[in-house]
């Protein structure tokens, strides 16, 4: 009797099997549609700030700054201060009108940053804040190129009486005073190279860094 039950319960423990086993194939497909329309969605609930990187070329001996940014969108967009009207601050804080303000003086590009690899990308951001930031030195006078990669992380609403710069020196001209209050945002450094360095000790800085570069070069 055990030998006639034997190839029904292996039969009965291959339907099974075979069940699950289409199961978990439905439900991988189903995670990846809903992983792929996610990264947007993510994006969007996560981050407020139009500029999520940015990146800066800087001319000592002309005083000539331009660079590139990516936005929430992953669409790379080309900016130059003087396009934007922006002045230099030391602060290291920015008001969402001034990021705003560089990010209206920007133009977009044809080249774009897939939403999923931005979203992985964007999710190291906060923690970027955490590391400890060298101070920017001269590591060659001789050299009249310094490259500087930054990311933007939320702090805290505040208010806009008086104006904000966009850390770094980025503060629209045209901002005027308001008793308002509007989210703030922290330009955290991730690597300065050329003829000035400074280093952010946090390992996804340097990821981030690595990513930026690799986009940088690809631009080129």
């Not at 790379?76 to 705003?100: F, H, K, P």
């Not at 940053?113 to 906060?126: C, H, N, Q, T």
């Not at 509007?182 to 340097?206: F, W």
Request: charged share 25%; net charge negative; proline share 1%.
């Amino acid at each position: 009797m055990k030998k006639h039950l034997y190839p029904l319960f292996f039969g009965l423990f291959l339907s099974i099997l075979m069940v699950s086993c289409s199961e978990q194939q439905d439900e991988k497909l189903e995670n990846d549609r809903i992983y792929e329309i996610s990264a947007e969605r993510y994006l969007n609930l996560n981050f407020q700030q139009e500029v999520l990187f940015r990146y800066e070329y800087e001319n000592i001996e002309t005083n000539q700054k331009l660079g590139w940014l990516i936005d929430r969108n992953g669409i790379i967009r080309d900016y130059n201060y003087e396009d934007a009207g922006l002045r230099v601050t030391d602060q290291n804080e920015c008001s969402r009108s001034s990021l705003m303000a560089l990010y209206q003086s920007s133009v977009a590009t044809e080249s774009r940053i897939d939403l999923e690899e931005l979203a992985e990308s964007a999710k190291l951001i906060s923690s970027t804040a955490t590391g400890n930031i060298s101070e920017l030195q001269v590591q060659n006078s001789d050299d009249q190129m310094k490259e500087s990669y930054f990311v933007y992380n939320k702090t805290e609403e505040q208010s806009t009486a008086g104006g904000h710069s966009c850390g770094n020196g980025i503060t629209p001209t045209d901002i005027s005073a308001s008793s308002q209050m509007e989210s703030s945002y922290e330009q955290v450094v991730l690597k300065v190279t050329g003829s000035h360095v400074q280093d952010n000790s946090h390992s996804n800085a340097t990821k981030l860094y690595d990513w930026m570069k690799d986009i940088k070069e690809n631009l080129q």
